[in-house]
């Protein structure tokens, strides 16, 4: 298929026109045969687009299905105004053709009465629509179906606020996870609220932007001391290289940082890269900007198996694969410049730990 034989509109109204979830997970699969025909045919960063993009419809199409659902099973309509978000790859508009949830609910008032019973049941109906049309259930149970990503306005500014006064690595991790978030569907108003609440806590608050950092320099080992790639020694992907936390979360994680030190609101890798060069502080944007190409480009051409027509991948490049010199030296590439950058922060960390002592 060519690239001009893509019709993003078309394929998009077959999304929404669905009214049920077996609908949807059948354009999901039509859609998604499209798709997989234009990967390598086009540049990597635009066939994340339109992924994303049919990500995006999905989800506000199973938001709809999953009202009148809740209706017809007496619920009635909802009782305030929510806003579904997404985080993680989701939220980074990053997702790939497996990716699993990793989702929430901002609830306009209290949940209490009536809308406790409306939202509890709708979050847990709308995380097993998603799942049967495709979307595996969240092994950190981050889901809409959960108390901790499904509160009131309300009681998200203060779980972020306790998060960023607790600066151990849990809350610290939820809060990254959190940084990632994005509107789908419903109220963006309450979207755009959530969001000044989280950047209003990174403001001038240096304590966090470290506990941040702290974590952000802990990742997997990916490079002997000679400079050489490690693979996978044992299990079902001996001899692979895990791309997702080898050489991807590297990436996003450094590049959320800088961002959250500068108030920058984007959420997707790419335009925060775009952020931050505009404040030319930075080296290496345009270093880090291809080690990510190359990342998305290798997450996107892991191996998959097809199972009841819908995408399975472990996130490891086989190693066979890994034989390509071409590939194989973009990827030590990549790795020996995380190397350098996670050296550079673990400097900074430490510099700034001096200080508060």
């Not at 026109?17 to 998604?32: F, I, N, V």
């Not at 092994?139 to 009681?155: N, Q, T």
């Amino acid at each position: 298929m060519e690239a001009a034989d893509w019709n993003e509109e078309e394929s998009y109204l077959s999304i929404v026109t669905a009214g049920s979830p077996e609908e949807l997970k059948a354009r999901r699969t039509a859609c998604q045969r499209m798709l997989l025909e234009q990967l390598n045919v086009i540049p990597v960063q635009d066939w994340m687009h339109r992924v994303n993009a049919m990500h995006d419809q999905l989800a506000g199409t199973a938001v709809r299905i999953c009202e009148a659902q809740m209706k017809e099973a007496g619920y009635g309509l909802p009782p305030c105004a929510y806003s579904f978000i997404v985080f993680g790859s989701a939220g980074r508009q990053e997702a790939t053709l497996w990716s699993d949830q990793d989702n929430g609910l901002i609830v306009e008032e209290a949940l209490e009465g009536e809308r406790k019973r409306y939202f509890e049941a709708f979050g847990s109906m709308l995380s097993d629509v998603l799942e049967a049309i495709g979307y595996e259930k969240c092994e950190g149970r981050v889901m809409c179906s959960e108390p901790l990503w499904r509160k009131s306005l309300a009681d998200w500014k203060r779980q972020l606020a306790d998060w960023m006064e607790q600066l151990e690595w849990e809350p610290v991790r939820y809060l990254i996870i959190a940084s990632d978030m994005r509107h789908v569907a419903g109220s963006k108003a309450l979207s755009a609220q959530w969001r000044e609440a989280l950047h209003t806590g990174f403001t001038d608050n240096s304590k966090l932007t470290m506990a941040v950092l702290r974590n952000t320099v802990r990742h997997k080992a990916t490079l002997n001391l000679l400079g050489q790639v490690l693979t996978e020694r044992f299990g079902d992907n001996a001899g692979g290289f895990d791309v997702k936390y080898g050489l991807y979360i590297p990436l996003v994680n450094i590049v959320r940082h800088l961002s959250l030190l500068h108030g920058i609101e984007a959420s997707s890798t790419l335009k925060r890269l775009d952020e931050l060069a505009k404040l030319e502080q930075y080296q290496h944007l345009e270093e880090i900007r291809r080690a990510c190409l190359t990342a998305l480009r290798m997450r996107v051409n892991t191996p998959f198996t097809v199972k009841d027509g819908l995408l399975v991948s472990s996130d490891y490049y086989a190693e066979n694969d890994l034989k390509n010199k071409q590939l194989r030296a973009e990827l030590r590439e990549s790795l020996l410049l995380i190397r350098r950058l996670h050296k550079a922060l673990q400097r900074q960390l430490r510099s700034a730990e001096r200080r508060q002592l």
